[in-house]
């Protein structure tokens, strides 16, 4: 037979949570996608005073004190540092605990408790699930193994995570010789049908995003040969540069030292010395009085 306390203590909490009714959250889960903003709604019902209400954010093993509203001595409102200006407190009175979330991250993905503080009852709380979803990006990426053989490796930058993964070359289907598993394939042996363009195509729950690789001759790494061939480019354009110089000097010394040149200045020469002649034979001329 349960004891008298026990049933005065059961008693006693049973009229504490019917006094205090539920408390409205609009469901257990929230589902937003990556970026969004979010309304995570929390009401009581209630005709007791209300001291305090208060957010917290479960993220796995941790718990943070996101949002406190204390109202014992006027009111008092603090947001924890890390979501300080992406949350706005909206409720127009003590009953109504209900934030905003604005530009949702991953880390913003976990369980939120909404805990009312009632005076003398103490603490009643609910929580709510909020999931982010996400298909962002995909990277397609080499990886050599120790013996030689090459992966392609799809990335997806999901949540939740990619489940189906999608392979294609140059548009087509993934030639023999190539190893599909799933995220990856491995090329054993590489051949010259294997080297062009692959395509992985990601998808998860919410929705699908594509990545690519060109696989060259001899090397993994295209970056590589992009960066050789602009180098081989910029070093074709110097040697270019200095041979047109050098080519246009050549024909100017050529035609400065050609013979029609050099015949053509002595007679200009010539020519100075018979007019500064002409011109020495005037002035003495000039200078002879006239004979009477």
């Not at 995909?138 to 392979?167: H, M």
């Not at 998808?203 to 295209?222: E, I, K, R």
């Amino acid at each position: 037979m349960p004891s008298f306390t026990a049933i005065l203590l059961l008693l006693t909490v049973r009229l504490n949570s019917a006094s205090a009714g539920p408390i409205k959250m609009n469901g257990k889960q929230i589902v937003r996608a990556l970026h969004d903003n979010v309304l995570l709604p929390c009401t009581i019902i209630t005709n007791k005073p209300i001291s305090q209400f208060m957010w917290k954010l479960m993220r796995g093993q941790q718990e943070l004190n996101i949002f406190t509203a204390d109202f014992r001595n006027g009111k008092h409102q603090h947001f924890d540092e890390k979501f300080d200006g992406r949350i706005t407190y909206v409720g127009q009175d003590h009953k109504n605990a209900s934030i905003y979330f604005k530009n949702l991250t991953l880390q913003d993905e976990g369980i939120y408790r909404c805990i009312f503080t009632l005076f003398p009852d103490g603490p009643f709380e609910e929580e709510i699930q909020l999931t982010l979803t996400d298909m962002s990006s995909v990277i397609v990426r080499p990886q050599k193994t120790e013996l030689g053989s090459l992966y392609l490796v799809c990335s997806a930058d999901a949540n939740p995570p990619a489940i189906k993964f999608i392979w294609t070359k140059d548009n087509g289907p993934i030639p023999e010789g190539v190893i599909i598993e799933n995220d990856r394939v491995k090329l054993i042996k590489l051949t010259p049908d294997l080297y062009g363009l692959y395509l992985c195509e990601a998808s998860n729950a919410v929705g699908a995003a594509s990545g690519s690789l060109y696989l060259f001759t001899g090397d993994h790494q295209p970056r590589k040969y992009i960066i050789l061939l602009i180098v081989i480019i910029l070093v074709l354009v110097f040697v270019i540069g200095i041979l047109s110089y050098c080519y246009h000097r050549k024909m100017q010394t050529n035609k400065e030292t050609s013979p029609e040149v050099m015949l053509r200045e002595p007679l200009q020469h010539q020519q100075r010395e018979s007019v500064e002649v002409d011109e020495v034979q005037v002035d003495e001329n000039e200078a002879d009085p006239p004979a009477n």
